[in-house]
């Protein structure tokens, strides 16, 4: 989801609060696909992700009393938001899923804001990479390097192809940020962006799923895995984007960046909860080459430790 020109304001303790419980939410969004990978094949996980998130969105919206737009060209616009934001990147990771352990997947996932900023970097002309940003990939790449190196040597490369799924979607991400910067140009309630692209996403998956997972020949999920999908569409998906916009209103998209370096922690903790996962030295050691890199591209701590020149 693209972001408005980021504002630094210090939050209150309600906003760290709703923070925690966007990172919380956001890193469920791992374990209630470590869940439901056992019983489902990707297609039709991502399909009803997206589908049951826009009913909620669309009664939110009524609710509300907001409207989407009907334009054509704004609609194509959801439609490419929409597989940048949420078919390719969700699809890759449950792929990514049925190898890795869901702690893994979302430290992965965290490398999305260093793509962004090379992104951004190639298709903008006002958010160029510097010194410290460059750093932060490398660092990044450097703790995806140490991760992918195990992997190579201890998991196969079924275990290599999941690591890569797993940054194909931040990388995903990262373009549909770059995309995500028009909504704003247009004066797009995010909310109607929301909800635009879920639905174009379900529109889009719906072809895909019949095609190749022949969801009527599946054999019925257990209990668990559909309660795991309910809570993935609408707690992690839909219920996730109201406090994200809620949060962007009050605190700025600086504050909420912040996520970024709160999402694996949740994972992880729920990943060895609940799903028996073990995270290895080697994943320990490429999250906190990520976190370096995270915390250069970020800058605050950066600018903190530098004075400014007189």
């Not at 694996?264 to 999250?287: K, N, Q």
């Amino acid at each position: 989801m693209s972001q408005p020109v980021a504002v630094n304001v210090a939050m209150s303790p309600a906003q760290w609060a709703m923070l925690i419980t966007l990172s919380i939410v956001f890193g469920g969004s791992f374990f209630f696909n470590g869940v439901i990978v056992r019983d489902l094949p990707p297609l039709t996980i991502v399909f009803f992700r997206v589908a049951l998130a826009a009913v909620a969105l669309h009664l939110y919206l009524r609710a509300t009393g907001r409207a989407l737009p009907w334009s054509g060209a704004v609609w194509r616009m959801f439609f490419a938001m929409g597989a940048l934001n949420n078919v390719i990147p969700f699809t890759l990771i449950v792929y990514g899923q049925t190898q890795i352990a869901s702690g893994v997947a979302s430290i992965l996932n965290a490398m999305t804001p260093l793509f962004t900023v090379v992104v951004a970097h190639c298709w903008t002309d006002d958010e160029k990479l510097s010194g410290p940003r460059i750093a932060g990939v490398f660092a990044g790449l450097g703790g995806v390097a140490v991760m992918m190196g195990g992997a190579t040597l201890g998991g196969g490369w079924g275990t290599v192809a999941a690591y890569l799924a797993c940054l194909g979607a931040a990388l995903a991400y990262g373009f549909a940020a770059v995309y995500g910067r028009r909504f704003r140009k247009a004066a797009i309630d995010p909310l109607a962006v929301a909800t635009g692209q879920v639905t174009a996403s379900s529109v889009l998956m719906l072809p895909l799923m019949l095609a190749v997972d022949r969801p009527w020949a599946l054999a019925m999920p257990g209990v668990d895995s559909v309660l795991a999908l309910v809570g993935l569409a609408i707690v992690s998906t839909a219920f996730a984007y109201l406090l994200y916009f809620r949060i962007l209103s009050g605190a700025g998209a600086t504050n909420l960046s912040l996520v970024t370096f709160l999402v694996p922690v949740s994972a992880i903790l729920l990943g060895i909860a609940f799903l028996d996962e073990v995270l290895l030295p080697r994943h320990m050691i490429g999250m906190a080459l990520i976190g370096v890199g995270l915390a250069l591209v970020d800058g605050r701590l950066f600018r903190r430790r530098i004075p400014p020149v007189p």
